[in-house]
């Protein structure tokens, strides 16, 4: 900073004035940097009685003009740090799928049907929940909210979880009937699961417990 002027004289009509003060570019990246600028009235002056007004005292800042190349660089920075971390993420997920343990699971009237999912892998830092939809076949069919519970349509597995149970309800309704089967399929994911390895269905057969032959 250089050429502030030391003593400012206003002549007889003046209203106001104006100084300058300039400043240098160093080429070095800095923070905003502020000086003050105070005013004060030599005694000469203040004999005709001349006094200061308010404010006497004013705040100058400079901004730094080498901050663009700092922000240019934290820019690319920003960017290859995203790109460090989709790719982690691709990785990671590529080895990762979930199938139901099992084609067929069986079950009997009034007991509940017990269904467990299976991560690949257990090395995974990050949350990610399964769709379910239920599906009765066109042969031998359960019948929804009759036979069987159609919930829950939503699980969630938690970092590094391998296996996960869940339970359908199957009522007893005291009718005598053939073996009944409905599906299970893996509708949908979230997260970054790769995809769904197997068949992603599952079947689950309904015996009764209530016999066929009438009352003699």
């Known amino acids: ?51 200061l007004g308010s404010p006497a005292t004013v705040k100058t800042c400079i901004l730094d003009a080498d901050g663009s190349k700092l922000s240019a660089c934290m820019h690319v920075c920003v960017f290859a740090y995203v790109c460090v971390l989709v790719i982690i993420c691709i990785v990671l997920c590529a080895g990762l799928s979930v199938s139901f343990d099992a084609g067929v699971y069986n079950t009997v009237e009034g007991t509940a049907a017990t269904i467990t999912l ?18 009765e076949q066109d042969v031998i069919t359960a019948t929804e909210s009759v036979d069987y519970i159609p919930h829950p349509t939503n699980v969630s597995f938690v970092a590094g979880q391998k296996n996960l149970s869940f339970e359908v309800d199957v009522p007893d309704d005291q009718v005598a009937e053939l073996l009944e089967f409905f599906e299970i399929e893996i509708s949908g994911y979230s997260s970054c699961v790769e995809r769904l390895v197997a068949d992603g269905r599952t079947f689950v057969g309904i015996q009764d417990n209530d016999s066929m032959c009438a009352p003699q």
Do not use: H, Q, W
């Not at 004035?17 to 940097?33: A, Y």
């Not at 005013?39 to 006094?51: D, Q």
């Not at 299976?118 to 939809?133: C, G, W």
């Open 1 to 51: 900073m250089s050429g502030f002027p030391v003593t400012v004289t206003l002549f007889p009509g003046m209203g106001s004035v104006n100084i300058s003060v300039t400043t240098t570019n160093d080429g070095i990246i800095e923070c905003t940097e502020c000086f003050d600028v105070v005013l004060s009235v030599p005694a000469s002056t203040s004999e005709l009685g001349v006094k």
């Open 118 to 135: 299976v991560a690949s892998t257990s090395s995974y830092a990050f949350p990610f929940d399964i769709r379910l939809m239920f599906m």
